[in-house]
């Protein structure tokens, strides 16, 4: 695991489009696994920026999102299908037939988690998988608890995740309560995992990942078990690190040391 700790969000998060722009200018037709939440609005715009500036193309790659509610439709405003259209697929003009997330609305949720995890393995694999952190630990919906050898599947919401994200919902809707998600073992299949973390409130969760015990506890733990992973922060969310002198050293603001 390489954690790269630099000084603020705007550069973590400069960072964090640095490798998804190198994995794409050497594989543009790289297939991306890709987050949402408000860690990742940034990273989306930073890469059309890019894009429209002509530093990176991305009408060529493919891309899996980790999840979605269960018993909303695409078209609902509060699907991840409506958050990767407003802030990435609709902007770039993106081919829609290149853009892969589960169906919430499937009369069988459970046969849509198989279909779409024998998806991702059809198209080759996720060469770079972009992920964000709950407080809990979680990553994708893989709320503590998951078995670290789950497939995509169907997840049931904690109290504490719904109450996150019901920011993005109305005063009268209510948060569903399962979600369709990759599985851990579906993460850990990636050819690359880059987590995204900004931000004091996730510093626990954080420190709980990189330096405590592979557990289903903390269920992004177990990217301690990736063959590469790398974790990118800013100061507030590496704050509780014991070893934040350690990888500071190895990677002083966030860059690589060369042993040429």
Request: proline residues 7%; aromatic residues 6%; glycine residues 8%.
């Amino acid at each position: 695991m390489k954690i790269l700790i630099l000084p603020d969000r705007e550069a973590a998060v400069a960072a964090c489009v640095d490798l998804i722009a190198q994995t794409l200018t050497a594989t543009p037709d790289a297939v991306l696994g890709l987050a949402t939440g408000g860690t990742m609005e940034p990273v989306y715009a930073g890469l059309l920026a890019r894009a429209r500036a002509g530093e990176v193309t991305l009408n060529r790659m493919t891309s899996f999102n980790l999840d979605e509610y269960v018993g909303l439709p695409p078209g609902h405003p509060q699907s991840y299908h409506t958050y990767m259209q407003e802030r990435l697929f609709g902007p770039l003009g993106f081919d829609p037939a290149r853009a892969h997330l589960p169906r919430g609305d499937a009369s069988d949720p459970m046969a849509e988690a198989v279909r779409y995890d024998a998806a991702i393995m059809a198209a080759g694999g996720i060469d770079l998988q972009l992920l964000g952190i709950g407080g809990n630990g979680h990553i994708g919906f893989n709320e503590p608890s998951s078995s670290l050898a789950s497939p995509t599947r169907v997840k049931t919401l904690t109290r504490a995740t719904r109450a996150a994200n019901a920011r993005f919902f109305g005063p009268d809707e209510t948060v569903p309560q399962f979600a369709i998600t990759m599985g851990i073992a579906t993460i850990l299949r990636s050819r690359h995992a880059v987590l995204l973390a900004t931000g004091g409130p996730k510093a626990a969760a954080v420190a709980a990942m990189a330096e405590g015990p592979l557990s289903a506890r903390c269920p992004a733990s177990a990217l301690q078990m990736h063959p590469k992973a790398t974790i990118v922060l800013d100061a507030e969310a590496a704050a509780d690190l014991e070893l934040r002198q350690y990888y500071e050293t190895v990677h002083p603001q966030g860059q690589e040391v060369s042993l040429d």
